[in-house]
């Protein structure tokens, strides 16, 4: 099983700064990663795949990078809406595997 | 636009087998092209893959759970559906279904239901 680890657990920004958060796997896991936010009570939502491609009706302040085993995905002016708890995904091999979550906070 | 919905039980016993039922709007299981999944989430915790089914009925399952896991689908009723078997406490955790969708190596998940806490307790 390829582990995914988040770095940091929390992180605290301020409203209109960037936001960088990082995840690694434990072996490559080459593009095929994805990054999710979610906030309290809610599912999940889809941001970027591919690594670096935003999905569909993600606003352009949200960019992701990276290849292998490093990643980080970068929130370029923190608005009120995207304190959440944002997880990576990888889906390189047939059982995929989340990180554990980094909780953006407002500072 | 697709909408996913999960039903089934809040309280399941121990050694019982857990059902949800994930029932899809907007949009037909049959056209292909989606993988249907359940993915879950312990209280406070992050993701858990448990597995996915292809319209054709082919299925893969998360090792750590495939000997307890069955998932289905009954694309007359545009639904798919996940047992867990002999559950206890570890298995209290809201469950989510989800469309993936391909994307390079596998998939990336574009549209959830709201989720669904299970409780495992007598």
């Known amino acids: 099983e390829i582990v995914m680890t988040q770095s940091p657990a929390t992180l605290s920004v301020s409203p209109g700064e960037r936001a960088t958060l990082s995840c690694r796997a434990s072996?490559?896991?080459?593009?095929?990663l994805a990054w999710y936010q979610q906030k309290p009570g809610q599912a999940p939502r889809l941001l970027i795949y591919?690594?670096?491609t935003r999905a569909t009706g993600i606003p352009a302040r949200f960019s992701g990078s990276g290849s292998g085993t490093e990643f980080t995905l970068t929130i370029s002016s923190l608005q009120s809406e995207d304190f959440a708890v944002y997880y990576c995904?990888?889906?390189?091999?047939?059982?995929?595997?989340f990180g554990q979550g980094t909780k953006l906070e407002i500072k | 636009q697709v909408q996913l919905q999960e039903s089934g039980p809040g309280l399941v016993k121990p050694s019982q087998t857990l059902s949800l039922t994930c029932t899809v709007s907007?949009?037909?299981?049959?056209?292909?092209?989606?993988?249907w999944s359940w993915i879950r989430q312990h209280p406070g915790k992050g993701l858990e893959w448990i597995g996915y089914i292809y319209y054709s009925g082919s299925t893969y399952y998360n090792p750590s759970l495939k000997s307890r896991v069955t998932i289905s689908v009954d694309t007359s009723k545009n639904q798919f559906s996940l047992k867990l078997s002999s559950v206890t406490a570890a298995d209290t955790a809201v469950y989510y279904c989800?469309?993936?969708?391909?994307?390079?190596?596998?998939?990336?998940?574009?549209?959830w239901g709201q989720g669904t806490m299970v409780t495992v307790s007598s």
């Open positions: 907007g949009g037909s299981i049959s056209s292909g092209g989606y993988y």
């Open positions: 072996q490559s896991v080459s593009s095929n």
């Open positions: 591919g690594a670096s």
């Open positions: 995904q990888q889906y390189n091999n047939w059982v995929y595997t």
């Open positions: 989800a469309r993936g969708f391909r994307s390079g190596g596998g998939n990336a998940f574009d549209i």
